[in-house]
């Protein structure tokens, strides 16, 4: 350490004197009486100074010693933190390791006690608080939709199992928390994470979590993020009161395909109240019929609405007229879709850029839609099903 040679300085020169140096004063050694009575020019009396003078330099480095440590070593025991990272923080995240498979040595970064530099992990420069963890499984692709999901769900049902470590609760100050692509084999979704209530970003999707989502996940009010993608055809994951959802107001992105909704017959009017929504995918989460009248369209910023594999959609189709901020709609493999139900909820959307209504069985002319000039990708109304 740097700090070794004042260290001894510290510990050697104070010893010529006995007196305690908790009861020294600084005035103490600046105080030279013999020197007025014998005259400025005495040697004895400057070799006296000079010693005094040196003992205050050591004084105050003893000082320095005790009051602020000798080093990072010490820094450490005292206060519980390393040079950027919580202790009690990186133990949590060595725990959290323990549980996650890894054949790939991903966790090869998480050694030392810096763990703001560990891969996926960051923290807030000012407390040293853990503030992100991404442990998102490594695959070599980036998914979109376009992927087709049934290999996604091949790729997370082959790879090695993994646990959801109860010391992620300690990572009290985490704001963004992405667990996807990662094998939980059929666990049900922890409700521990409902306890971290500054997420801001939370990805569960592909998981292969089962059963209900927990409504304490609405104790997440400061969420814009939300991913629970699931990863199965059978209602593995399922929701039947979506009420809890109303209470994160600021919510920008939500998908929750894949999760079964066939229970949740407020589904409509709980989405319809997250006004900062910009975009929604449900795909195949089999939505209930919703009866007239609809209320008001409050979706004011939504961007993407992807309803697709649902077929009790027709019922809500005349509310997306006034969507006037939708930018992409995709309705494919609704089934229960009619040309005229397309006509009169489609033809206001003038900023409409892509709309997709591939798997259905239209019949008839969509000329409104198209006429506007503005859908430049459109899908499933070409190859003769449905003239234009």
Same mark, same amino acid.
């Given at each position: 350490?740097?700090?070794?040679?004042?260290?001894?300085?510290?510990?050697?020169?104070?010893?010529?004197?006995?007196?305690?140096?908790?009861?020294?004063?600084?005035?103490?050694?600046?105080?030279?009486?013999?020197?007025?009575?014998?005259?400025?020019?005495?040697?004895?009396?400057?070799?006296?100074?000079?010693?005094?003078?040196?003992?205050?330099?050591?004084?105050?480095?003893?000082?320095?010693?005790?009051?602020?440590?000798?080093?990072?070593?010490?820094?450490?025991?005292?206060?519980?933190?390393?040079?950027?990272?919580?202790?009690?923080?990186?133990?949590?995240?060595?725990?959290?390791?323990?549980?996650?498979?890894?054949?790939?040595? +991903?966790?090869?970064?998480?050694?030392?006690?810096?763990?703001?530099? +560990?891969?996926?992990?960051?923290?807030?420069?000012?407390?040293?608080?853990?503030?992100?963890?991404?442990?998102?499984?490594?695959?070599?692709?980036?998914?979109?939709?376009?992927?087709?999901? +049934?290999?996604?769900?091949?790729?997370?049902?082959?790879?090695?199992?993994?646990?959801?470590?109860?010391?992620?609760?300690?990572?009290?100050?985490?704001?963004?928390?992405?667990?996807?692509?990662?094998?939980?084999?059929?666990?049900?979704?922890?409700?521990?994470?409902?306890?971290?209530?500054?997420?801001?970003?939370?990805?569960?999707?592909?998981?292969?979590?089962? #059963?209900?989502?927990?409504?304490?996940?609405?104790?997440?009010?400061?969420?814009?993020?939300?991913?629970?993608?699931?990863?199965?055809?059978?209602?593995?994951?399922?929701?039947?009161?979506?009420?809890?959802?109303?209470?994160?107001?600021?919510?920008?992105?939500?998908?929750?395909?894949?999760?079964?909704?066939?229970?949740?017959?407020?589904?409509?009017?709980?989405?319809?109240?997250?006004?900062?929504?910009?975009?929604?995918?449900?795909?195949?989460?089999?939505?209930?019929?919703?009866?007239?009248?609809?209320?008001?369209?409050?979706?004011?910023?939504?961007?993407?609405?992807?309803l697709s594999g649902n077929s009790n959609v027709t019922s809500v189709l005349r509310w997306f007229s006034n969507a006037t901020s939708l930018e992409n709609l995709l309705l494919s493999g609704c089934r229960s879709l009619t040309i005229e139900s397309v006509q009169v909820?489609? #033809?206001?959307?003038?900023?409409?850029?892509?709309?997709?209504?591939?798997?259905?069985?239209?019949?008839?002319?969509?000329?409104?839609?198209?006429?506007?000039?503005?859908?430049?990708?459109?899908?499933?109304?070409?190859?003769?099903?449905?003239?234009?």
């Amino acid at each position: 350490m740097s700090w070794g040679f004042p260290v001894v300085m510290c510990l050697y020169i104070p010893t010529e004197t006995s007196i305690p140096t908790s009861h020294l004063h600084i005035s103490s050694f600046l105080s030279v009486p013999s020197m007025a009575a014998a005259g400025s020019g005495s040697f004895q009396d400057g070799r006296i100074a000079s010693k005094r003078l040196m003992m205050l330099v050591a004084l105050l480095l003893v000082s320095c010693c005790l009051g602020h440590g000798f080093g990072d070593d010490d820094h450490v025991e005292a206060e519980g933190i390393s040079s950027s990272c919580m202790e009690s923080e990186r133990r949590a995240l060595l725990a959290i390791k323990s549980d996650m498979y890894d054949p790939d040595n +991903w966790f090869s970064t998480w050694t030392g006690k810096d763990c703001c530099g +560990w891969r996926g992990v960051a923290c807030d420069h000012t407390t040293g608080h853990v503030t992100k963890l991404d442990l998102r499984y490594p695959y070599t692709y980036t998914y979109t939709y376009t992927y087709d999901m +049934w290999d996604v769900f091949y790729d997370v049902k082959t790879i090695g199992a993994s646990k959801v470590n109860s010391s992620l609760q300690e990572l009290k100050h985490l704001t963004y928390l992405d667990l996807s692509m990662n094998n939980f084999s059929h666990a049900p979704v922890p409700k521990m994470i409902a306890s971290l209530v500054h997420l801001e970003y939370l990805n569960l999707s592909y998981t292969m979590f089962d #059963g209900p989502i927990p409504p304490q996940l609405g104790n997440l009010s400061n969420l814009h993020y939300l991913d629970l993608h699931g990863w199965n055809y059978d209602d593995s994951l399922h929701v039947d009161d979506l009420d809890w959802l109303s209470r994160i107001t600021s919510l920008k992105y939500l998908d929750m395909s894949y999760v079964n909704l066939s229970k949740a017959t407020n589904w409509f009017y709980i989405i319809n109240s997250i006004s900062t929504l910009e975009v929604l995918h449900l795909i195949y989460v089999d939505l209930p019929y919703v009866p007239s009248p609809l209320p008001t369209f409050n979706l004011t910023a939504i961007a993407t609405l992807d309803l697709s594999g649902n077929s009790n959609v027709t019922s809500v189709l005349r509310w997306f007229s006034n969507a006037t901020s939708l930018e992409n709609l995709l309705l494919s493999g609704c089934r229960s879709l009619t040309i005229e139900s397309v006509q009169v909820a489609l #033809g206001a959307l003038l900023n409409l850029k892509k709309l997709d209504l591939s798997d259905n069985s239209l019949e008839g002319e969509i000329r409104e839609i198209l006429n506007n000039g503005m859908c430049a990708d459109v899908m499933g109304i070409s190859g003769g099903d449905v003239p234009i």
